[in-house]
């Protein structure tokens, strides 16, 4: 599985911009995704996850409501939609993707690379 970011840039706050993750490789072997971000001097933080099928979803408290995931099944692309950005949302934004496990099954996460979204005030 090969996950592919792109979108990032820089944006004045209170801009938008959508992250795209492009999904290749095995996909049925997947279960949930999501959009992880990590700051300069801080550790990697969840931003989003959505479950297998465009299911439940989950977003950090300090993007509810600004930001929305979601994916296209048909493109195997994942978005995230940034709106009201802030100068503390500037950071590399990595998608994720979570292999499905069977009982007692032990696999690492997939990682995109990263793309760097940087808020100016």
């Known amino acids: 599985v090969q996950l592919v970011e792109s979108g990032g840039g820089l944006v004045q706050a209170g801009g938008s911009l959508r992250l795209s993750c492009a999904v290749s490789g095995n996909i049925r072997s997947l279960n949930a995704m999501g959009w992880y971000r990590q700051a300069p001097g801080k550790q990697r933080e969840l931003v989003a996850t959505?479950?297998?099928?465009?299911?439940?979803?989950n977003y950090a408290d300090s993007v509810k409501g600004r930001f929305t995931i979601s994916r296209d099944n048909a493109k195997n692309t994942m978005y995230l939609q940034m709106n009201s950005l802030k100068p503390a949302d500037t950071a590399v934004y990595y998608c994720?993707?979570?292999?499905?496990?069977?009982?007692?099954?032990?696999?690492?996460?997939?990682w995109g690379k990263g793309t760097l979204v940087t808020v100016s005030s």
């Open positions: 994720n993707a979570k292999p499905w496990l069977a009982p007692g099954e032990n696999l690492p996460d997939y």
């Open positions: 959505m479950h297998p099928g465009g299911g439940s979803t």
